[in-house]
Each structure stands twice: as structure tokens, then as C-alpha cells.
């Protein structure tokens, strides 16, 4: 594994545990905007909004926030605001490479609110990392109570397009980004659910860190998700 299970598990498990609801519902409330304009507002034939929605579900956000949010991707009671998604590249401590999703409707903030996060906090804005990332489909399932011959599970996920897979929390499995949704839908058809299952950049290789910049790393990678206009931090760090 490149060591992206890692990250994304303390990252999940830390957005469970904050009580910063008001933060997390209005990230997700973008995406399922961002998702509506882009495919539609049925979720039966948008699957990117299926995917938005079933997350914002699983975080407890409220029903009304999630028909708002589709309500301004249709361009009903629309502010007039219109959202941009940008990836920044950085060098965090330790030399680890750093790609930060935002979604934002005034990119000149986003990007003043990023470059200072990571300069204050040992990183280097100006370095060119995204080609160390590759775009693929990930899902993951926290409950694995149900899975029996993990041999036999692995080999039928093979079959549908899973490429690297690790058991070390629950079971995240990474295949190609057009295979999403057919990984997704067989795991449905096995009885496991997909606790999150979405498009992310996995590291094509990962490093290690000592003790001290992973500390570093983690508290630079939490003032980012801090801030309103990143959905998501990726890194290389294992």
C-alpha cells in the first residue's frame, strides 16, 4: 500500500470525532452543489451525487441542508456565487508531498488562506507534486464483521477492477477511477457496505517520516482541513 490508508483513517476518525458540524456540513454541502451542476440533480443516474449525498448522510447532516444544497446546484435560490475546484501542490515538513483539493468561490482567498497555512507551518508552496499522485476510485468498509475467506473476497473484488487493497483498517480498496462504480455496486451485492467510496489521489509511492515531521505533517494537515474552502488533503507520507 502507499500508506494513503493511513492518513485517510486518522483524517476520518478525526472528522468523526470533531464537533465541528457547522464546518463539515457546509463542505459537503459543495460538493453535492459542485456534483448537481455537473450531472444533474437525480441521484439515481448522477452517481458522483449518490456518492456525495450517502456521505453527507453518514456524517448526520441534516435533511433540509442536503435539499438546499441540491436546490443551489439547480440554480434555485442560487447567491449568485459560483463554485471553482482547485488542487494546490506543496512540500510539507520532512519532505512529504502534500496535494490540497479546494472548492471555492473566490480563488484569490483560497489560495492567500493556503499559501500562508503552509508557510507558517514548514511547508513550501511553490513545489510541483501532482505528479506523484495518481486519480483513482477508493472505498472504503469500516464494518468487515460479515466478510468470511478473505482469499476468496479478494479474488472477487480482482475481478471487478480492484487493484491494491489493505485490511488495516476495515478493508480500503483502490482500483481505477472508471471502476468506481462498478466496485462500489459489487460490494453492495457481497452484503458490505461502502462507508465512503469516492474519487482521491493515492500516492504512487510512498515515504517515510521521522517521529517529529509526522508530527508536523499531521498539525500542518489539520490547519488545512480547518479551513472552509479545502475538502480534501492528500500526502505521500506513510
Known sequence: MSGHSKWSSIKH??????????????????????????????????????L????????NMPKDNIIRAISRGSGEGDDGKELKGVVYEA?????????????????????????????????????KVLWQFDRKGVVRIEDISSVGDRDELELTLIDVGVEDLS?????????????????????????????????????????QLSAEDEEKLMNLMDKLDDDDDVQNVYTNAA
Open 13 to 50: 476518525k478525526k472528522g468523526a470525532a470533531d464537533a465541528k458540524r457547522g464546518k463539515l456540513f457546509s463542505k459537503l454541502a459543495k460538493t453535492i452543489t459542485v456534483a448537481v451542476k455537473s450531472g444533474g440533480a437525480d441521484e439515481s443516474t448522477n452517481f458522483t451525487l449518490r
Open 52 to 59: 456525495a449525498i450517502d456521505k453527507a448522510r453518514q456524517a
Open 91 to 127: 512540500m510539507g515538513p520532512g519532505g512529504a508531498s502534500i496535494l490540497i483539493e479546494v472548492l471555492t468561490d473566490n480563488t484569490n482567498r483560497s489560495i492567500t488562506n493556503v499559501k500562508t497555512i503552509i508557510g507558517k507551518n514548514g511547508g513550501n508552496f511553490d513545489a
Open 167 to 207: 485490511w488495516e483498517n476495515g478493508l480500503e480498496l483502490i482500483g481505477e477511477l472508471s471502476d468506481l462504480q462498478t466496485i462500489e455496486k459489487s460490494l453492495g451485492d457481497l452484503g458490505l457496505k461502502a462507508s465512503e467510496a469516492q474519487p482521491e489521489y493515492v500516492a504512487k509511492e510512498s515515504i
